[in-house]
């Protein structure tokens, strides 16, 4: 995979907070701390377009005819 270098600016607080998680040991630099944080950013970004799709998917599938109590049955009985 191609890499591209960046150049960004932090605070010193900001600065303090990663050489933090560094000298926890939870990462071993500056680019592998940043790269973490880019990749939990997409998995959360995806995590909300599905489920603004399965609520597009439930208002565009119309009114159900059941009964709040059978949906919540439905729910019980792992059939929703």
């Known amino acids: 995979m191609e890499t591209i270098r960046k150049s960004i600016t932090f605070t010193t607080q900001q600065n303090e907070w990663i050489r933090l998680q560094i000298d926890k040991g939870d ?12 990749r939990k950013d997409q998995a959360e970004n ?3 377009l599905e489920l603004k799709n399965a609520i597009d998917l439930g208002f565009n599938s119309g009114v159900s005819s059941k009964k ?6 439905d729910v019980d009985n792992g059939k929703l």
């Open 68 to 73: 709040i109590s059978d949906l919540m049955q």
């Open 46 to 48: 995806l995590k909300l």
């Open 27 to 38: 990462f071993t630099n500056d680019s592998e701390y940043i790269r973490d944080l880019v």
